[in-house]
């Protein structure tokens, strides 16, 4: 694409762009302290600003790097996380007042851990900013003691804690990228700790190299003998937009040693390429967060190798919004073995004119190339083509939802097939489960982790084992990456559409899907509770239905006593946030003249003879139908005493009353239920009746319930709020001339189309609103006052106190109070 088309589009897709995306909606929602999700937290005083995490082979142990410290916890047993060992490597006084005096906060001159790596059987390697003097030893991984001798680390580990940066040892040597000066802009990829016979390289010293990057990650694929950094930097090729962000991935070989005169001791297999998360012609998500490996499974040819990255975008219109995309490696190696930008070392800018190729830039074993070559090389490093997105879309989209940190996971399913589930942190603090579906994206779930906004984040995954570690600024949380035993019916269990668990017809449990039990009940692409789950045998269900007598199965649900005009509410909790609250009256309809739906779900009227009766709340999710609350409103028989104007009990008791005194029915109720219920009960024999009142928390009168606008399955961006904003003046400054033709040419069209938009947009995002407030992690009050009264997590400042004994803190339902955000299901 040249530049002004490129601009062009810009211009026109600042206005237009994705308006009506929104991004999808985690299907549950677990607050801190929720039962359904047990968290282990580690804290002491000693453990602060957690930035390293490195999980020993075999998970038991979990290597973490903080402030002043490196610790191994035992992280071995469900119900604890231990400390096994602590280093202390804190700078001494006299570096620390060096760092004062040259002024730099107290805050910041402690000896942040920045890289944590296995060096070999026996020995860690580490390095941290050290009072802006970065240091690095070795420490034997038994008995966590450091190598009396510390070494420079220059090169190896930024100076100042707030820069990013990245490193990775392969067969001892250790490969880093970060800034390398006090002051922070001498970007530099390195290989230190290089075997006997062979030199430490590093990138070549003159201009153009990098530009003012910042290094996220880097990745060893064997099979090629290369490592794949990546990195964010300003698009100098884009000239003619003013520090414009792109995101990179580089490469080098590990077999490098250099040139023997040109490049000596330098790289020359170094490449950069630009990593592109766009979606077709709208804006790029330009700026990568994280990314992160998935390896092929396992027979597989290694080029089916994927990463997963996290890309936000640099422009206000864009803010809050993230996008996921996948890049495959194949897509990767044929950029690399494409042309190449040139670059003039004199003017520092390039050119797309494509020298004779006398050399392949990027390709290994140029050691003994003859000096034209490495010339080339030295010139041409800038591949000419940019890395689309694997099957050139985004993988997932969303506006609500700032991510920051990801790990991703392949999960075989019952069937045998392979998902992948991405697990994804939220700035707000939210860690998603992601199963990626042949439509987009179904968000499993989202469990809360974090409150305080943490500036430093870091993500561990233990497959083997099943846990997510956490690191924070107050220590490590553990979360499990699933709990099935949190479903408690076939169609809960379905609905989830979780690869990791599958419902049991035998033991009748939501049980973790192991490779042996293909027998498990589970349907990930469809989440069809009726096909899976009919084929149970309903001999433990009573039905409702008309093939028994209503007396007999029909139950009287909760008394609502009220006086004629008074204004009645009736509450309908959410089987989840994805499912759609729906009033029902046996043998009436519920007319909008007469009544209001709120948003919340719960249905308003004036109570007059004609509303007084059965009422039948039901939550529709992916074309199931549960019954979530049954009431029956009555007059009052004495009209003497005072009635709330409210009726919120939120939960339905469906405990078969057979007889009702009899004067307390309405007309209404005499034949119910038929119609509207029984038709649909007759053919979907899984709407039933079973054990609700067993396992049912008691909820909370204050407790928001919240709902999503689809439930529709492989609606994957169901919804959207129109929002207008200005375009940037940068670009139209720029772009005035077609600006104004755009405008000219098109206003019309325009129009006619952003009204269209806007129509459809409001009609879509009518059901959501408060779904979107609250997915924007703008809690209620109530909400933020539980929190706050809940807090689990200690503010600490990375000052250690010695000698204060580490613990394991359980964070379950008993030590923290119960706040479950959805209810269970009854069936
Ligand atoms: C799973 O959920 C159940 C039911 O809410 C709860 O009792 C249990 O503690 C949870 N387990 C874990 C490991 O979170
Ligand atoms: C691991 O590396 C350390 C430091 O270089 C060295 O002392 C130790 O002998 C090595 N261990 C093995 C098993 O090679
Ligand atoms: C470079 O070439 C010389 C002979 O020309 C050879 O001995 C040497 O092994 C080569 N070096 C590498 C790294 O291939
Ligand atoms: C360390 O953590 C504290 C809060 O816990 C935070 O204010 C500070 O900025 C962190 N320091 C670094 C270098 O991340
Ligand atoms: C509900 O709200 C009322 C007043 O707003 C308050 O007094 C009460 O404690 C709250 N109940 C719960 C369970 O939060």
Not at 138 to 147: S, W
Not at 409 to 433: I, M, P, S
Not at 695 to 703: D, F, G
Not at 789 to 813: P, Y
Request: aromatic share 8%; with cysteine.
């Amino acid at each position: 694409m040249d530049s002004l088309s490129f601009l062009t589009l810009m211009v026109v897709l600042l206005g237009l762009m994705g308006r009506c995306m929104s991004g999808p909606t985690p299907r549950l929602s677990f607050l801190t302290g929720s039962s359904g999700r047990r968290l282990t937290f580690f804290s002491s005083h000693e453990v602060s600003n957690t930035t390293t995490l490195l999980l020993s082979e075999d998970e038991e142990t979990l290597y973490v790097g903080a402030c002043n410290a490196v610790f191994a916890l035992d992280v071995g047993s469900e119900d604890v996380i231990t400390l096994r060992k602590k280093l202390d490597w804190s700078p001494s006084d006299k570096d620390l007042e060096q760092c004062s005096m040259k002024g730099k906060k107290k805050a910041d001159c402690h000896n942040f851990i920045r890289v944590l790596q296995f060096l070999n059987s026996t020995h860690l390697y580490t390095c941290g900013t050290f009072a802006f003097s970065p240091h690095c030893t070795y420490i034997h991984l038994d008995t966590l003691k450091m190598d009396p001798s510390t070494e420079e680390g220059r090169g190896r580990c930024p100076y100042d804690p707030y820069q990013r940066n990245t490193a990775i040892v392969v067969d001892g040597e250790l490969y880093t990228a970060t800034m390398a000066d006090y002051r922070g802009n001498r970007p530099v990829i390195s290989r230190h700790l290089s075997e006997s016979s062979r030199v430490d390289m590093k990138l070549d010293d003159a201009l153009g190299w990098l530009e003012d990057p910042t290094f996220i990650s880097s990745i060893f694929i064997p099979h090629d003998e290369k490592i794949y950094f990546f990195f964010r930097e300003v698009g100098r090729e884009y000239n003619f937009i003013d520090k414009f962000i792109v995101s990179r991935v580089s490469q080098i070989c590990t077999s490098d040693v250099g040139g023997q005169r040109t490049l000596q001791r330098r790289w020359t297999t170094f490449a950069k390429a630009q990593l592109l998360c766009q979606a077709g012609t709208e804006l790029p998500y330009n700026v990568i967060q994280d990314i992160v490996i998935l390896p092929p499974a396992e027979g597989d040819p290694a080029d089916e190798t994927v990463f997963y990255g996290i890309f936000t975008s640099q422009w206000a219109v864009n803010s809050g919004r993230s996008a996921v995309c996948s890049f495959s490696l194949t897509d990767i190696k044929s950029v690399f073995s494409g042309n190449y930008k040139v670059l003039n070392r004199e003017t520092l800018q390039w050119s797309t004119w494509v020298q004779e190729k006398i050399a392949n830039p990027g390709e290994c074993g140029l050691h003994n190339a003859s000096d034209n070559v490495l010339r080339f090389v030295k010139e041409n490093f800038l591949a000419e083509d940019s890395v689309r997105p694997h099957g050139r879309r985004l993988t997932m989209e969303t506006s609500r939802h700032a991510y920051s940190r990801l790990k991703v996971q392949r999960v075989q399913a019952a069937n045998r097939k392979h998902y992948t589930v991405l697990f994804l942190l939220t700035e707000a603090g939210f860690l998603h489960k992601a199963v990626l579906l042949q439509p987009g994206v179904h968000i499993i779930e989202e469990v809360q982790v974090f409150e305080a906004t943490q500036l430093i984040k870091s993500l561990e995954l233990s497959i083997s084992k099943g846990q997510l570690y956490i690191g924070t600024s107050e220590g490590v949380l553990r979360v499990p990456t699933s709990n099935c035993s949190y479903y408690w019916t076939c169609a809960q269990c379905v609905l989830s559409r979780d690869p990791f668990c599958g419902w049991d017809p035998v033991t009748r449990i939501c049980t973790e899907v192991t490779g042996s039990q293909s027998t498990l009940i589970q349907d990930i692409d469809g989440g069809n509770v009726e096909d899976s789950c009919n084929s149970l045998s309903s001999t433990h269900i009573t039905r409702f239905g008309p093939s028994k007598r209503p007396s007999a199965s029909c139950p009287a649900g909760e008394l609502v006593s009220v006086s004629l005009n008074e204004v009645v509410r009736l509450h309908c909790p959410a089987a989840s946030q994805l499912s759609q609250q729906l009033w029902e009256r046996p043998n009436s309809r519920i007319s909008a003249d007469l009544y209001l739906q709120l948003e919340d779900g719960s249905l308003s009227f004036v109570a007059t003879p004609t509303t007084l009766g059965h009422y039948l709340c039901l939550s529709t999710e992916n074309h199931y139908r549960q019954t979530m609350a049954i009431y029956q409103v009555k007059q009052k028989s004495s009209t003497g005493s005072q009635t709330p104007p409210s009726y919120t009990r939120t939960w339905a008791r469906p405990t078969t009353q057979a007889s009702t005194r009899p004067g307390t029915h309405t007309s209404g109720t005499r034949n119910w239920p038929k119609d509207t219920e029984s038709r649909q009960v007759e053919t979907k024999p899984s709407l039933s009746i079973r054990n609700s009142h067993v396992t049912t928390p008691q909820l909370s009168r204050n407790r928001t319930l919240w709902t999503a606008g689809s439930g529709l399955r492989g609606a994957m961006f169901p919804d959207g709020e129109p929002v207008l904003s200005a375009p940037c003046p940068r670009f139209l400054k720029e772009l005035v001339i077609v600006s104004v033709l755009l405008v000219i040419c098109l206003s019309l069209l325009v129009t006619m189309t952003l009204y269209a938009v806007r129509q459809r947009c409001q009609s879509r995002t009518a059901p959501q609103t408060r779904t979107l407030t609250r997915d924007t992690d703008s809690r209620t009050s109530e909400d933020q006052e539980a929190l706050r009264g809940n807090q689990i997590f200690n503010k600490r400042s990375c000052q250690a106190q010695n000698g204060d004994r580490a613990a394991g803190l359980v964070c379950n339902g008993s030590l923290l109070e119960y706040r479950q955000n959805l209810p269970n299901t009854p069936l």
